[in-house]
């Protein structure tokens, strides 16, 4: 009975040593996921929140520690576009498409980084490898864009149509289009998306800023009845003023340049020199 209780108490330890031995791989396996985890907190952070400069040192240094995660040079592209470094980003967006374990969305990011540098030949070319299928919101916005450099309307009203049906918040597309119009003369076309988009963003000023402008080539000075600060009307206002007498409408812009100063809760300088060599 006591040989069967010994042998009963050393298999028993045997168990228990194996078990220890799982444990702890089991342990160290646990410890690596949440240094995975922390790492890629991390770099979420770093990405949304950090500091544009501050992501850029950090992710450099990553790289230089890790050169075969092909993510961490995601981050680092992403960083230098956020700190309006594009000359950079593009060597670095190079780097990733020229991997094969790149994708397309890479091939967009390296697009939109040339495009950020003027060279639309190099973004049109580059979205050119892109299949058809790959039919994304950001493509589409620059496939657009594209279009505009190219002065091929018809193609970038189409392409601009599309990527506003792809996402659930089209302001910034809404301002892209509408400037185009703007720049091809369609006053009308313009305001309309310029106040479409501020239906999907009502703080959005470039499109405030936009709207104004189109309404003054149409010869409609008036403020439009939206959102705005005190700031933002002052500022819009200016905004009319100048259109006014480029349009050789000089009174009408003494007036607008005059109620700018008046409603701008601090000193407007840029207004008062205007009226005032206006008056001169």
Same mark, same amino acid.
């Given at each position: 009975m006591?040989?069967?209780?010994?042998?009963?108490l050393?298999?028993?330890?045997l *168990?228990a040593? %194996?078990?220890? %031995?799982?444990? =702890?791989?089991? +342990? +160290?396996?646990?410890i690596d996921e949440v240094?995975?985890?922390?790492?890629?907190?991390?770099?979420?952070?770093m990405l949304?929140?950090g /500091?544009?400069?501050?992501?850029v040192?950090y992710?450099?240094k990553?790289? &230089? =520690?890790?050169? /075969?995660d $092909?993510?961490?040079?995601?981050?680092?592209?992403i960083s230098?576009?956020?700190?309006?470094?594009?000359?950079?980003a593009v060597?670095?967006?190079k780097?990733?498409?020229?991997?094969?374990?790149? *994708?397309?969305?890479?091939?967009? !990011?390296?697009?939109s980084? &040339?495009i950020? *540098?003027?060279d639309?030949?190099?973004?049109?070319?580059t979205?050119?490898?892109v299949?058809?299928?790959y039919?994304?919101? @950001?493509?589409?916005?620059?496939e657009?864009?594209?279009?505009?450099?190219q002065?091929n309307?018809?193609?970038?009203?189409s392409?601009?149509e599309?990527a506003?049906?792809?996402t659930p918040?089209?302001? /910034?597309?809404?301002? /892209?289009?509408?400037?185009?119009?703007l720049?091809? %003369?369609?006053?009308?076309? #313009?305001?309309?998306?310029?106040? =479409?988009? $501020? *239906?999907?963003?009502?703080k959005?000023?470039?499109a405030?800023?936009?709207?104004?402008?189109?309404?003054?080539a149409?010869g409609?000075?008036d $403020?439009?009845?939206?959102?705005?600060? !005190?700031? =933002?009307?002052?500022q819009?206002?200016?905004?009319? %003023? &100048?259109?006014?007498?480029? !349009?050789?409408q000089?009174?009408?812009?003494?007036?607008?340049?005059? +109620? #700018?100063?008046?409603?701008s809760? !601090?000193?407007?300088?840029?207004?008062v020199?205007?009226?005032e060599?206006? @008056?001169?």
């Amino acid at each position: 009975m006591r040989h069967i209780l010994c042998l009963t108490l050393c298999l028993t330890g045997l *168990t228990a040593l %194996g078990g220890c %031995g799982n444990s =702890e791989k089991q +342990q +160290q396996a646990a410890i690596d996921e949440v240094t995975k985890a922390d790492a890629a907190n991390m770099n979420e952070i770093m990405l949304t929140v950090g /500091n544009p400069a501050d992501a850029v040192a950090y992710f450099q240094k990553m790289t &230089l =520690e890790q050169p /075969n995660d $092909l993510e961490l040079k995601r981050d680092l592209g992403i960083s230098l576009i956020r700190a309006d470094r594009p000359t950079e980003a593009v060597a670095v967006w190079k780097a990733v498409v020229a991997s094969p374990d790149s *994708t397309n969305d890479d091939k967009v !990011q390296l697009a939109s980084a &040339l495009i950020r *540098t003027n060279d639309w030949k190099g973004a049109a070319e580059t979205l050119n490898t892109v299949p058809p299928t790959y039919e994304t919101y @950001e493509r589409y916005r620059l496939e657009a864009m594209v279009a505009d450099s190219q002065k091929n309307w018809k193609k970038a009203d189409s392409f601009y149509e599309i990527a506003v049906g792809l996402t659930p918040q089209p302001a /910034n597309v809404l301002n /892209n289009w509408g400037f185009s119009k703007l720049t091809r %003369g369609d006053d009308a076309g #313009a305001e309309r998306l310029f106040a =479409e988009a $501020l *239906t999907y963003d009502p703080k959005m000023f470039t499109a405030k800023n936009n709207l104004v402008l189109a309404r003054a080539a149409q010869g409609k000075y008036d $403020l439009p009845v939206i959102d705005m600060t !005190q700031a =933002e009307r002052a500022q819009l206002l200016y905004t009319a %003023g &100048l259109a006014a007498v480029k !349009q050789g409408q000089v009174s009408i812009g003494k007036d607008l340049l005059q +109620q #700018a100063i008046d409603t701008s809760p !601090q000193y407007f300088e840029a207004a008062v020199r205007s009226l005032e060599a206006l @008056e001169g």
